[in-house]
């Protein structure tokens, strides 16, 4: 593991940002729902939405693909709120969408094998805290509370989101929360 994924004064600075702060306390998952509805449920959380750890009706213990998640979390989302599937073909539309997820408008949901991150481990969503720009690090706000929030660089993130998910045939990626901007 390189130093910066749990380093403290990184960590401080990440939960500093300003959506990141929306998602206080993080909801860890539980024996009633795993890392997919669980990731929903601190999005609709971040949005002031009251919700338990499971908001998605269908699913509950069972892996969700990231196509599964955007058409159940379009369910509950708020109103003016739209989700879509988002699979950044490059590190660098990465890293665009990676900026936007400090917007107050924006919300993201990451779906990537954790093997590729930390050499062990399989198919995961977490929500997106935000992005240190400066250091070029995604705020990962995992919901499996022995992992904890970390950070990443984006390559890295984005080799674990390219990886093709076995149970759709796609590449992983990003479920995009997003509220058209208004006054």
């Known amino acids: 593991m390189r130093p910066s994924f749990q380093q403290a004064d990184l960590l ?8 990141a702060r929306r998602y206080r306390p993080l909801q860890p998952q539980g ?39 955007v058409s159940e979390a379009a369910e509950v989302a708020p109103a003016g709120w739209r989700v879509t599937a988002v ?3 490059s590190v660098d539309a990465l890293r665009a969408e990676l900026s936007a997820a400090n917007l107050e408008h924006r919300r993201y949901v ?19 805290g935000g992005f240190l720009e400066r250091e070029d690090l995604a705020f990962v706000l995992d919901v499996n509370a022995s992992y904890g929030p970390w950070l990443v660089p984006t390559e890295k993130l984005f080799e674990a989101m390219t990886a093709v998910d076995r149970s759709s045939g796609k590449a992983r990626g990003l479920a995009r929360f997003e509220r058209a901007e208004g006054p």
């Not at 401080?12 to 959506?19: I, N, R, S, Y």
């Not at 990451?110 to 997106?128: T, Y």
């Open 110 to 128: 990451g779906n990537f094998v954790r093997s590729a991150i930390f050499g062990h481990g399989g198919g995961h969503h977490s929500p997106i």
């Open 31 to 69: 024996f009633s729902s795993i890392c997919g509805p669980t990731s929903v449920a601190n999005v609709l959380r971040s949005l002031e939405v009251k919700t338990g750890r499971n908001p998605l009706r269908g699913f509950g213990l069972r892996a969700m693909t990231l196509d599964q998640l």
């Open 12 to 19: 401080t600075e990440a939960w500093d940002l300003p959506v």
């Open 87 to 89: 699979r950044p073909r």
